[in-house]
DNA sequence: TGGATTTGCCTAAAGATATTAGGCAACTGC
DNA sequence: GCAGTTGCCTAATATCTTTAGGCAAATCCA
């Protein structure tokens, strides 16, 4: 009986992997143990259930979204930072689709508090320091923006704009363009 | 053995009407079953397997979200017919929260194409004939509605604007002001 | 170094879901 | 009222999740 050295970082890790080849929702416990040629009761010592796998799959696509996003914020402003970020979004979506559905995964409160997604809304502030914007438009602005960019990404994700021109990506710029637009001229209610 | 009278049309109503309850998520063959008081495999007469489950509730609510759509556009225009058809979206996915997330099921092309999707694609250019866009900026903007509409109503329903100021409702208008700034004032590339 | 303890992976088992095959009873049509 | 069709059933297999309890390997420590 030898052993493989699991731990619920590897797991966690491999699980992300896993998910990006075959699809967060194909990510099971099952198909994990598999992976380490493991008998599946054996990946219970270190995971609670098949819930905490998910949901540390997402917490650690969140984390990866945090960091690449505080690197792209690094040195920029403006809409320079505005499409920086927006762009680590789609970029880090189409690298790991699996590890960005993972991310989406609804998670309770306490938990929710506790995970990078307090960063992405700090570094969504962020760059709008480049803009002229105060409470509360600046609330209002952080949420169109994470509206924007979630639903772009979703929606590409799942083929909605492909196969119809123009291109994905000429939209993308223009909405980035549009986007950068509204934020320096936004309306007064 | 009493006859129940089941039907794929009665199944999927069915399906819907628990996926709102419980979650879509939670909505399996089994479960149905259960509500009909029938054993698993009957189902199988009316349901090719769980996935064409799940495809006719998706088909299902963006038939009733297409509707609802046209109905509210019906002598609308202009930033009326925006805020209206928005409101459609948010509304449909407050009172019926799993058939919204059925409705965001990936669909095959074959499917997609056949589907009411095909009208809200229309609805939305029919939105926008109430601003000076041509083609390819009329087409960039139905993008940026879909993912405006879509990514703000998913992250409301997973609880991403609650428990923090201004209410969501609050940003939801602010948001609809500034798209429909943003159309009536379509930056140049 | 060798024994005690901890730890890791295993076997076994039960419960839930998905799916298929084949059977009998209840409707339908005439 | 009979023949044929249809609808729901039993039975069986496969996969996934989860728990309980066991043995052996790693680790600790005298």
Chains 1, 2 share one sequence.
């Not at 923006?145 to 492909?162: A, N, P, T």
């Amino acid at each position: 009986m030898v052993r493989v050295g699991l731990t619920r970082e590897r797991l966690i890790r491999a699980g992300a992997e896993l998910a990006d080849e075959v699809g967060f929702d194909k990510v099971t416990v099952s198909a994990l143990a598999r992976q380490f040629d493991v008998k599946v009761a054996s990946l219970y010592s270190h995971l609670r259930n098949s819930q905490e796998l998910k949901t540390g799959i997402a917490l650690l696509a969140l984390e990866e979204l945090a960091d690449r996003g505080a690197a792209a914020l690094a040195g920029r402003a403006g809409k320079d930072a505005l499409a920086a970020f927006a762009n680590v979004y789609r970029d880090y979506a189409r690298e790991h689709p699996g590890r960005y559905a993972a991310a989406q995964l609804p998670l309770d409160p306490e938990t929710a508090a506790a995970s990078a997604g307090v960063r992405h809304a700090q570094m969504t502030r962020a760059i709008l320091r480049g803009y002229d914007l105060t409470e509360p438009d600046q609330t209002h602005a952080v949420r169109l923006l994470g509206s924007v960019f979630h639903g772009y990404v979703s929606l590409e994700m799942q083929g909605g704009f492909s196969h119809s021109a123009p291109e994905s990506q000429e939209s993308w710029s223009r909405i980035l363009d549009s986007l950068d637009a509204t934020l320096r001229n936004w309306p007064a209610p």
